[in-house]
């Protein structure tokens, strides 16, 4: 077919990046599979040919002919332009199924699991699947008038989106942002340009206690000093008292800080920082257990599922009081201490530094006392604990919360070793999780149960819990 040629499609399917998908020719004739954005599966479309390649092509949507019965009106009007949710056009219960169906189709197809769909629970669900997130991290820019834009990117590109509120974050950012934008403009502070590496502001990052309301602003340079500090809190503390006026509630402003990047990057946050306003902290709880959490260190950033989601692990992890547990990629700690309160000891570990600091505080603050947290690689500090004292760093149940990658191979290779009779993986990204269960299944693990969670609605991440027992056991 030529470039802009048109034709029709039927979507059948959904891919990671959220686009339709559907197929112009059948496998017995070499099959072409066609990605088109904004599409639903069941939509019969008209679109328009972009790029093809031997096996796959990129159409872009002209018109739909028949829409699927799972559309439904976005909330957002950015919702086509801006990268962050791809899945607005479909309803929630259609949402929930594909995320369902994508982890079974991992477990099956790369982690060749022959049972998945029988293994499974029913992916967990939100009752209101917006204004979940308690994290933001919005680029700054400017637009053509020369006006300081916060926002966020474009699908699959850079290109800067004006955001003047997020429907699935905090209702406080509405106000942050003004205020933000506010305080550049007085001070003429200037944002970073990514081409050049020059200029100042990269994100603006904010975080709300969901439980405390305690607010914490983050602003991230590309320099050491930010202009007009006093400036910017003024007007956050003014954005709060509007938002306060208007809504509970209410918010308080606990924290402002600036991280330092200077990186030629893609990574958001630098490794250092200063508060500027309040404490480096903000304190959030989840069910009785009390967090404090700095800028640089992860938290989970949907508060309603993030309790769901540690109680199937807590679950997972049959804990009767006698075992020692090893949490692995622990964060600031909290699975740790949610299991900590029903086993004998608890190490954790985890390679940013400022986590581990909140970790070992968040123990004492929670008045824990058989907790231990290391920094480092798990995959360096594991193996060597292990090495070092067998006995003492043993483990009867391991519990591993990897970032999208998955787990170190070398890491996978020392859990089973240690011949944990009850292994937790929690993991946000399935292809990756369904890798490294092929790994622990040829070293004598079996799935046992698999629950997804949806901490990410109106996107297709989806995060799922699996418990793998030893087949000897
Ligand atoms: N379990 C925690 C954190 C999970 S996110 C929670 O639920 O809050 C994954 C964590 O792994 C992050 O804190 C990240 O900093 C950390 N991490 C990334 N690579 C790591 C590695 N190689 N070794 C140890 N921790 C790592």
């Not at 600036?258 to 306003?277: A, C, E, H, P």
Request: glycine content about 8%; proline content about 5%; hydrophobic content about 35%.
């Amino acid at each position: 077919m030529k470039k802009n040629e048109l034709f029709e499609l039927t979507i059948e399917d959904m891919s990671t990046d959220g686009e339709g998908i559907g197929h112009l020719r059948d496998r017995e004739e070499g099959g072409l599979t066609v990605f088109v954005k904004d599409t639903a599966p069941g939509d019969r479309v008209e679109a328009r040919m972009l790029k093809e390649k031997k096996r796959y092509a990129y159409g872009r949507l002209e018109r739909i002919l028949e829409p699927s019965p799972d559309r439904v009106e976005p909330l957002c009007e950015k919702s086509r332009s801006c990268g962050g949710c791809t899945l607005q056009h479909l309803s929630y219960e259609k949402q929930l199924e594909l995320k369902q169906k994508y982890v079974e189709n991992c477990l099956t197809r790369i982690g060749g699991l022959e049972n998945a769909a029988a293994l499974m629970e029913p992916i967990m669900g939100m009752e209101e699947p917006w204004h979940f997130r308690n994290k933001m991290q919005f680029p700054v820019g400017r637009d053509k008038a020369g006006e300081p834009v916060v926002g966020f990117y474009a699908g699959h590109s850079h290109s800067l989106i004006a955001l003047s509120d997020c429907p699935t974050g905090h209702p406080v950012n509405q106000e942050i942002i003004r205020g933000f934008r506010e305080y550049m403009k007085e001070e003429a502070v200037p944002e970073y340009d990514e081409e050049s590496h020059s200029g100042l502001v990269r994100h603006l990052l904010t975080r709300v206690g969901f439980a405390t309301g305690e607010l914490m602003v983050c602003v991230v340079i590309n320099g050491n000093k930010l202009p007009g500090q006093e400036t910017l809190v003024g007007k956050l503390q003014a954005a709060v008292e509007r938002y306060n006026r208007e809504q509970t509630p209410f918010i308080r402003l606990s924290s402002v800080s600036i991280n330092i990047n200077k990186d030629k990057t893609n990574r958001i946050l630098g490794f250092s920082g200063r508060t500027i306003y309040g404490e480096p902290v903000i304190v959030d709880t989840i069910r009785d257990l009390k967090f404090e959490i700095a800028p640089e260190s992860f938290f989970q950033v949907n508060p309603v599922q993030t309790e769901k989601l540690y109680g199937k692990a807590l679950d997972y992890a049959g804990l009767t009081g006698d075992e020692t547990v090893w949490d692995m990629y622990c964060g600031i700690g909290t699975i740790s201490l949610f299991l900590a309160g029903k086993a004998k000891q608890v190490y954790g570990v985890e390679i940013v530094p400022q986590a581990i600091e909140n970790a070992r505080k968040n123990a004492e603050l929670n008045g824990f006392t058989n907790t231990e947290f290391f920094v480092g690689k798990a995959e360096e500090v594991v193996p060597r604990c292990y090495a070092e004292n067998s006995r003492k760093y043993t483990a009867d149940v391991v519990v591993v919360d990897p970032p999208r990658k998955g787990c170190d191979r070398t890491l996978l290779e020392t859990i089973i070793s240690m011949a944990p009779r009850r292994l937790v993986y929690v993991s946000c990204d399935p292809a990756t999780l369904a890798r490294d269960i092929a790994i622990l299944t040829e070293g004598g693990f079996e799935v046992s149960r698999v629950t997804p969670a949806d901490m990410f609605p109106q996107s297709m991440h989806v995060e799922t819990i699996v418990l793998l027992q030893r087949t000897d056991m």
